[in-house]
């Protein structure tokens, strides 16, 4: 048990104690794919979905997502957060988000950016589900993170958008 962080001694979860880590500058980046119809991806450029501009609504939402990862997942730190932005990327068939956090703390921001990205993209979702039920929300995974005693961690180099 001592190779997981998050048990205890008798090997129930724990909030990892985190008071005498240092205090680093983090990042992280994370994306994730919403594959969808060329039809969809239209409707999201042109703005004539009933539920209103697609990407501002993913955007905020993401945003908001990445500010309260600590209630959504059970173990994570509450954390001041000094940044979150939402890219979009629209192909044919497919929206691509990818979103990037930064903190000044004892932890890092992995989770926020992950937890970010995926509401973007369920946003899109919700937005775009009276168009087409079947988007497929692929490829949820971090780019990369900076900072903290593990240092600077950056996927390796497959191609842009390969999922």
Not at 92 to 98: D, G, L, P, Q, Y
Not at 132 to 138: A, G
């Amino acid at each position: 048990m001592e190779d997981f962080s998050h048990l205890n001694a008798q090997g129930r979860a724990r909030m990892v104690d985190v008071t005498e880590k240092a205090v680093t500058d983090r990042s992280a980046a994370a994306e994730v794919t919403l594959r969808c119809a060329p039809e969809t991806i239209a409707a999201i450029r042109g703005g004539g979905l009933r539920k209103g501009d697609v990407l501002a609504v993913a955007q905020v939402a993401g945003i908001q997502a990445a500010k309260h990862c600590w209630e959504l997942i059970p173990l994570c730190h509450p954390l001041p957060l000094s940044g979150v932005d939402i890219d979009f990327a629209l192909t044919e068939n497919a929206v691509h988000i990818t979103a990037s956090v930064r903190c000044t703390g004892r932890t890092g921001v992995e989770m926020e950016a992950l937890t970010a990205a995926a509401t973007a993209a369920l946003t899109v979702y919700d937005m775009c589900k009276a168009l087409q039920k079947d988007m497929e929300i692929t490829g949820l995974r971090l780019l990369e993170k900076t900072g903290g005693k593990s240092g600077t961690y950056k996927k390796p180099e497959i191609g842009k958008h390969d999922t």
